[in-house]
């Protein structure tokens, strides 16, 4: 059974950091992309990374609102990708999913993402 699990969210304030993990089991992550989404409240669902599989270079990808402070990584053995996010301001505040797809092509827009974890909250607030 695939399945994508979240953890490391929670409450932190402006400029503080946090690292999500999405523990993939069901499946070889080395072999899939993993997108990071999140949302907030009354807006879209925004694509925030995407780290590629070995067939694509493993290349990372970012969208402009998180470059320079978020870094996708991916732990094969442990089968695991982590998003270290840094310099976080209230506007990072939504719930963050992770999402497997063969490729990061529409990471964007998350389309063609086809396993998705069940979430976890960041707040960022003082």
């Known amino acids: 059974q695939v399945q994508l699990v979240e953890s490391g969210g929670g409450l932190v304030q402006p400029g503080g950091s946090l690292r999500l993990s999405c523990a993939a089991s069901?499946?070889?992550?080395?072999?899939?992309?993993i997108g990071w989404f999140r949302q907030a409240p009354g807006k879209e669902r925004e694509g925030v990374s995407c780290?590629?599989?070995?067939?694509?270079?493993?290349?990372?990808y970012y969208a402009d609102s998180v470059k320079g402070r978020f870094t996708i990584s991916r732990d094969n053995a442990k089968n695991t990708v982590y998003l270290q996010m840094n310099s976080l301001k209230p506007e990072d505040t939504a719930v963050y999913y992770c999402?497997?797809?063969?490729?990061?092509?529409?990471?964007?827009?998350?389309?063609?993402?086809?396993?998705w974890g069940q979430g976890t909250q960041v707040t960022v607030s003082s």
């Open positions: 999402a497997s797809s063969e490729s990061c092509t529409y990471y964007g827009s998350g389309d063609h993402f086809h396993y």
């Open positions: 069901g499946f070889t992550l080395d072999y899939y992309a």
């Open positions: 780290s590629s599989s070995s067939d694509f270079n493993s290349n990372t």
